[in-house]
């Protein structure tokens, strides 16, 4: 016969002991421990057994058994008497009522039997020779009680304790088992059962913090487009990244070298133009009208974000378009992460002024032509407060202006008004390095006639100078236009 081990919650259940005497007795003082509801019915009763009735509300029932003892209210039945023809209908009227039953030195009429028991709660250890030698399991639970330190049950107190701040620090099962077995065989173990319960948690917290993984973070840079742009260095960090939080202008198809197991998150902002991608429809106006989450609000719960993935132990990389110090707010999360005490690691990217410059043949600087590069934001560049025009408008110079296609008309006419050339070569690049990509040569004058024209609405950068003139494409553009009139 086999009798699987399980731990039993009888608390607050109906349990019936058959029986007054010394086994009732023995039965009695466990059911007590685990809370349940007892009644005991036999004609004689033990006087001990009538002084934990009275201390532990149990109903005695001074009379013979009676069928209607046995009902199915009833969670356990424990017959505890000489009486074979007692245990034989306790055992019939319990399994007619699915009642769990235990008949004492009767394993055949048992569906439970009660184990030897090695006390040092809450630890137990149950020994059980399936009925066949009580006597053998008593002198086993006899070994075990003497390897069996009785302060024990102190050490289980201990783990209890912080079983939760374990739980929360060590994510992984493997690394919290390792980590309670070095705690059990180690000193603050000694000192739990040494009853110095104070100590014995600081010195497993002060373990449990060496032992946390601590997270990190990557700014990673994944280039203005085309997936082939990213660093070796930065591949490595997507390969190897837990979790990997990605903007809407990174090449999705970076996420094919993420592991399997990582998670992916989108936390990609819409601008109000580039709004038109994120409907359905294509319908700008109804992009618009969605209310959307100011940018400050969205940049705060990325932050958020970050700094609880790599607290939580994360390897976490945040994947931007370009460059993630290039008018990427790059700057802001290194400050939040860095004041979390968090590692930062950033590995650069090709901002998306010199990937569009690069891919359509434009020295951003060349002897004679240009002397110095100024990246410029063209989101603000209508208000003059923050604009030094005549600064911006020196010649020989160029400008590469991020942003910028909605303010062209504004910012084309203020370089104009502040001295810049209305000659001077400029063009705007639409999804630079993508197959895409697509460029509107003019120069500062035309420019944003040329762009309203085109219809732009994907993300361009604006690149004003000399040095545009160096470009294949202007040449056809713009000046065979020129000096053939009518001919585009
Ligand atoms: C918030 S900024 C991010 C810039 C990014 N951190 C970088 O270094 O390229 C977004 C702007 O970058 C420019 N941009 C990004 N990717 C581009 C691309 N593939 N082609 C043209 N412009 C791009 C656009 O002006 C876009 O509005």
Redesign the pocket.
């Known amino acids: 016969m086999f009798f699987l081990p399980l731990f039993h919650r009888l608390q607050g259940r109906s349990c019936l002991i058959i029986g007054g005497g010394a086994t009732a007795l023995r039965k009695l003082r466990w059911l007590i421990r685990s809370g349940a509801q007892i009644q005991v019915v036999a004609p004689v009763i033990d006087p001990e057994i009538r002084r934990l009735a009275e201390q532990n509300n149990i109903m005695l029932l001074d009379r013979v058994f009676e069928h209607a003892d046995i009902h199915a209210d009833l969670t356990l039945v424990i017959c505890a008497t000489d009486a074979a023809s007692i245990s034989e209908e306790a055992y019939a009227l319990s399994m007619q009522h699915r009642v769990l039953v235990n008949c004492v030195d009767r394993t055949d009429l048992c569906t439970v039997i009660f184990p030897a028991i090695v006390d040092r709660f809450p630890i137990l250890v149950a020994i059980s020779s399936m009925g066949q030698s009580p006597t053998l399991a008593r002198t086993v639970r006899g070994w075990i009680e003497q390897r069996l330190p009785n302060a024990l049950g102190r050490l289980a107190r201990l783990a209890g304790a912080l079983r939760t701040d374990v739980k929360d620090a060590l994510a992984d099962v493997d690394a919290r088992k390792a980590f309670w077995e070095k705690v059990f065989g180690g000193p603050a173990a000694e000192l739990a059962m040494q009853e110095k319960m104070a100590e014995a948690v600081a010195m497993t917290r002060a373990q449990l913090a060496d032992e946390t993984p601590t997270g990190s973070l990557v700014l990673l840079?994944a280039g203005?487009?085309d997936p082939e742009l990213i660093t070796l260095k930065g591949l490595r960090a997507l390969q190897s990244a837990d979790v990997i939080l990605y903007d809407k202008?990174a090449n999705p198809a970076l996420l094919e070298y993420a592991r399997r197991d990582a998670e992916l998150i989108d936390v990609g902002k819409i601008?109000p133009r580039e709004a038109i991608f994120a409907t359905p429809s294509g319908d700008q106006s109804e992009a618009l009208q969605k209310p959307r989450e100011s940018g400050t609000t969205m940049q705060a719960r990325i932050n958020a974000k970050l700094v609880d993935l790599a607290r939580g132990g994360k390897q976490v990389v945040r994947l931007?378009?370009?460059?993630?110090f290039?008018?990427?707010r790059g700057g802001e999360e290194l400050l939040v992460a860095q004041e979390a005490g968090i590692a930062v690691e950033i590995i650069p990217?090709i901002?998306?002024?010199m990937?569009?410059s690069s891919y359509f043949g434009i020295p951003l600087t060349h002897r004679d032509l240009s002397q110095s590069v100024r990246f410029v934001t063209g989101h603000r560049l209508s208000d003059s407060v923050y604009t030094d025009w005549p600064e911006m408008a020196k010649p020989h110079q160029t400008l590469v202006i991020?942003?910028?296609?909605v303010t062209l008309p504004t910012l084309t006419r203020e370089l104009i008004k502040a001295g810049r050339d209305g000659a001077t070569p400029a063009v705007l690049?639409?999804?630079?390095?993508?197959p895409a990509?697509r460029a509107v040569y003019g120069v500062l004058a035309d420019l944003a006639a040329r762009v309203e024209a085109a219809q732009i609405t994907?993300?361009?950068?604006v690149i004003v100078g000399e040095v545009v003139s160096i470009s294949t494409g202007y040449v056809t553009a713009v000046t065979v236009e020129k000096a053939v009139p009518g001919e585009a």
């Open positions: 840079g203005p487009g202008l601008g931007k378009g370009g460059d993630a290039i008018f990427g990217g901002t998306a002024g990937g569009a991020y942003m910028g296609l690049i639409e999804n630079a390095t993508l990509q994907g993300p361009s950068i």
